[in-house]
């Protein structure tokens, strides 16, 4: 371990308020796809014969239903045992010692509140808030992989609607502001495996107001030099080395 995670270490010791952006690569660590799976996007379009961002459409769940669900049991639910890693353990036990003001995603697997966190915003959703259109009932992931077929509420027997948002759909402006001013109040704004120059950083890091932007993602990307501290690496070792006091 380097010296600019000693350095880090301190900060996080030493400080609160601390807002985390978590990104994509805390996901790939722990060996999951998400939505678009953009990492194997043409074998996708080889095995589905349409194109991942078209398959995750709202347009296209409207009208392949039966194609979509195959596509969200095989490539977005593509482990069995979706369990968090060391990256979300660690943001929990910030929450725990009342470091935490919030974290904020834009991936779906609700592992952040598996491994004991309460103050997450899923920009996106989750796949563990399928819904009933009818009745409102709320399916997890287990419901749909097990699901024969296209995933039906037990009650009404109509087709589920997935729990994170389609392409094309508007993202809840709610959850937006409350991220936003998070991001805003924030002392530390900790940003988890994605790039400043992501999607989720290019809409949170221009509330930033702070002087402890922190960056931990696997690859350096053009952008990163606007955090304050940064290294690179496997986020999972980082940030258990960050966070083992
Ligand atoms: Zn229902």
């Known amino acids: 371990m380097n010296n600019s995670l000693e350095t880090i270490k301190n900060i996080i010791i030493n400080n609160g308020n601390i807002v985390v952006l978590g990104g994509i690569e805390v996901m790939l660590e722990a060996g999951l796809n998400g939505v678009r799976a953009e990492h194997i996007a043409y074998d996708i379009e080889q095995k589905y014969g349409y194109p991942n961002d078209d398959i995750v459409s709202s347009l296209f769940f409207s009208r392949r239903v039966d194609i979509f669900y195959k596509y969200y049991k095989e490539i977005i639910l593509n482990k069995n045992d979706i369990q968090p890693t060391n990256v979300h353990y660690g943001v929990a036990k910030l929450e725990h010692y009342g470091k935490l003001d919030t974290v904020i995603t834009r991936m779906v697997y609700g592992l952040y509140q598996k491994a004991g966190c309460n ?17 409102g009932k709320i399916f997890g992931s287990n419901y749909i992989r097990n699901a024969k077929g296209i995933p039906e509420c037990d009650v009404c027997n109509v087709p589920l609607r997935p729990g994170f948002s389609l392409l094309g759909e508007m993202i809840d402006n709610g959850k937006i502001t409350q991220a936003s001013f998070a991001v805003e109040r924030a002392n530390v704004l900790l940003i988890l495996g994605a790039p400043i120059n992501s999607t989720l950083c290019k809409y949170m890091v221009k509330y930033y107001k702070g002087d402890k932007m922190i960056l931990l993602n696997k690859d350096e990307s053009p ?5 304050n501290y940064r290294a690179y690496g496997n986020v999972g070792d980082m940030f258990s080395y960050i966070m083992d006091f």
Do not use: W
Request: overall charge negative; aromatic content about 4%.
């Open 119 to 135: 103050k997450v915003i899923e920009l996106h959703g989750s796949v563990e808030g399928n819904r009933c259109p009818a009745c």
């Open 223 to 227: 952008g990163d030099y606007t955090a």
